[in-house]
DNA sequence: GGCTGCTCTAAGCGACCGCTCACCGTCGGC
DNA sequence: GCCGACGGTGAGCGGTCGCTTAGAGCAGCC
């Protein structure tokens, strides 16, 4: 048995704006149930035992277990779109920055996957307004991507005859890692993280 | 409302090989209620309803829900497995079959997202023994893919590092079509097959 | 020491889950 | 005309779900 800090702090992915203490325990376990068995397949009665508390302790924290898949989406999507606009915003050639942003998006999907599964793939379970929310923070991230690879077709340095599809497909490719990525498998992040930066700047042509 | 067929069978899908007509019918409500909600948050109640039939009928067809799941997911990665298999073995280059594979696997992925979403993302929710058979089937899907970039390699064709990781993310983009592919958004499947399979080529540095 | 407020627990409510069972209508074979 | 086989239903069982409630333990403040 692991406990909650171990995989789901393992990158210092950075749970610390929650507070108390006792509500960061809680989305901390909630975040590893949910990666592990999906939002409707996890109980509370499982998220609180996790956190080593009882059932009734999480509605103390939270209004109902929706809620705590919101604020992990919310946190999640803040950081995951705090990384791209790093990249793109740093000096150098669209070529320079497409590389780090698609290495360092790929390096958080694979290192947090048990963030980066539930931020990815548990949107559904969202109710309307909470999904909105979200929809909204990943138009920006789409937004960020398709910058770089607009600044790069301005400047000569991509040849991309379909922007939005081409963005579309950068970002798709990347999500996608949290699926399939495996701890114990044979490839780091920083590996996986170099080898898409690779496969990108030829998706775009980059010279 | 629309009618179970209308969604799930809407490309001809080919359930033709499940029989009596009255399981047919669970297993197209079935796959419909699994994309629209997920498996763990589709009721066999809702399942029998959207065929017609009283919650029991079920199980006069089916030993258990995840017996529909399995079924589904064999089905699907055997359709699956045929698509890239004729692709692999026509005649042609290298860099044809690739195209071909690519855009015949995300034609199917897009058009019959409905039923692609339940094969490649409900993976989890199936036991150990059903799993183990459908991770088989992935891994000569895998192979097929693999086997065409080997030879684009071989031939001088493809220039690519990783072959193994290169297939991967291959694959993973076609699969990732299931997820973000909007029936009502703007492009055909036919669209997004051609664009992916122009951004495959690239990927393996194809001439 | 008494009081308030916060955190947490034990117990359990009402609803709904997957699944079963006793029974029924229909239909081909004799 | 009777019969068994098959495919179907209504009712409901045992269990688990999300969530609530009454109250215990324990700070800090007067």
Redo the contacts with the bound molecule.
């Keep these: 048995m692991s406990t909650a800090e171990e995989t789901a702090g393992g990158e210092g992915s950075a749970w610390g704006e929650v507070t108390?203490?006792?509500?960061r325990r809680l989305l901390i376990a909630a975040v590893e149930a949910f990666a592990e068995r999906g939002y409707?397949a996890?109980?509370?009665?499982?998220i609180?035992g996790r956190a080593?508390?009882?059932?009734?302790?999480?509605?103390?924290?939270y209004?109902?277990?929706?809620e705590l898949l919101h604020r992990i989406s919310r946190i999640g999507h803040e950081k995951a779109l705090e990384i791209l606009r790093t990249a793109a915003a740093r000096e150098g050639t669209a070529t320079e920055r497409l590389a780090d942003a698609v290495s360092s998006f790929v390096r958080w999907h694979a290192g947090g996957r048990t963030t980066a599964r539930v931020v990815q793939y548990e949107l559904d379970s969202l109710g309307p307004e909470a999904r909105a929310e979200i929809i909204g923070l990943r138009r920006q991230v789409d937004a960020e991507v398709r910058g770089i690879i607009e600044d790069g077709v301005a400047s000569g340095e991509f040849d991309v005859p379909d922007v939005k599809g081409t963005t579309l497909a950068v970002l798709s490719l990347c999500i996608d890692v949290a699926r399939w990525f495996n701890v114990n498998g044979s490839r780091t992040p920083d590996e996986v993280g170099e080898l898409y930066a690779d496969l990108v700047l030829r998706m775009v042509g980059a010279k």
């Excluded at 108390?20 to 509500?23: I, R, V």
């Excluded at 080593?52 to 924290?61: C, Q, R, T, V």
């Design positions: 108390p203490d006792a509500a409707h996890t109980t509370t009665r499982d609180a080593g508390m009882s059932p009734a302790a999480l509605y103390i924290h209004k109902t277990k929706e």
